[in-house]
């Protein structure tokens, strides 16, 4: 049983290049959520999608836009890449309820270095 | 004041030992709380849910201080395996607010 995966595990872009996390889960999870986690912080809810078809902005969403392709897929995309955007990325899903649902699977995380 | 804070620390801890660590909140009006464990470069996993009654999971207990706005996780008989970084979880205005964590490690 898979879980939640989230490809890739690492990435370096330049500024302002492109790119799309993307992330799938088998459980049949209604919610997914994208976070970042920077050294000496918690993590930090970015968006979430309660179920498929809604999305909602979590605490740090400038810069980021999501699509929830479908029940199983939650995809991140960042338009232009800045620094401040260097972060691990971890997606997660939960059986159901929003964005205190208490129980979350977490992917393995993407690494990201923009330069 | 962070909603959230924890003791990054490292916690040192000899093996066997009893160690235990604290998290502060700051919205008095949370109501769900929770211990995370995540171990070097890996995905934080749910270790367990704090109660207002407590909660106790093996060599895990769980304690929610509402009067002074803690929660606090004792781990007891530490093994190596429990060396990682721990992470209080707190919900706030609708959303979980993660404290950037506790590492513990234990040593042989």
């Known amino acids: 049983n898979a879980g939640v995966t989230q490809t890739p595990k690492f990435q370096v872009l330049k500024t302002g290049q492109s790119m799309t996390l993307q992330c799938a889960q088998d459980?049949?999870?209604?919610?997914m959520y994208w976070y970042r986690q920077d050294p000496g912080m918690g993590l930090r809810l970015i968006y979430y999608?309660?179920?498929?078809?809604?999305?909602d902005k979590g605490e740090v969403p400038n810069g980021y836009n999501v699509s929830r392709l479908n029940k199983r897929e939650f995809s991140l995309r960042l338009e232009s890449a800045a620094p401040s955007q260097t972060s691990v990325y971890f997606c997660?899903?939960?059986?159901?309820?929003?964005?205190?649902?208490?129980?979350?699977?977490f992917g393995s995380g993407t690494q990201l270095s923009v330069l | 004041r962070k909603e959230v804070e924890q003791d990054p620390g490292p916690f040192n801890v000899p093996e066997g030992a009893t160690v235990a660590f604290n998290c502060t909140y700051s919205n008095s009006a949370s109501q769900s709380f929770f211990w995370y464990r995540q171990d070097c470069r890996k995905e934080p996993k749910l270790l367990m849910s704090v109660y207002s009654s407590g909660n106790e999971d093996g060599r895990f207990t769980a304690q929610l201080n509402r009067a002074s706005q803690y929660i606090s996780l004792l781990i007891r008989d530490s093994k190596l395996s429990d060396s990682a970084t721990y992470l209080c979880?707190?919900?706030?205005?609708?959303?979980?607010?993660w404290g950037a964590g506790t590492k513990l490690i234990i040593k042989p």
């Open positions: 997660a899903s939960s059986e159901a309820g929003g964005p205190t649902n208490e129980k979350l699977f």
């Open positions: 459980m049949n999870h209604n919610s």
């Open positions: 999608s309660a179920s498929e078809g809604t999305t």
């Open positions: 979880v707190v919900d706030s205005n609708y959303q979980l607010i």
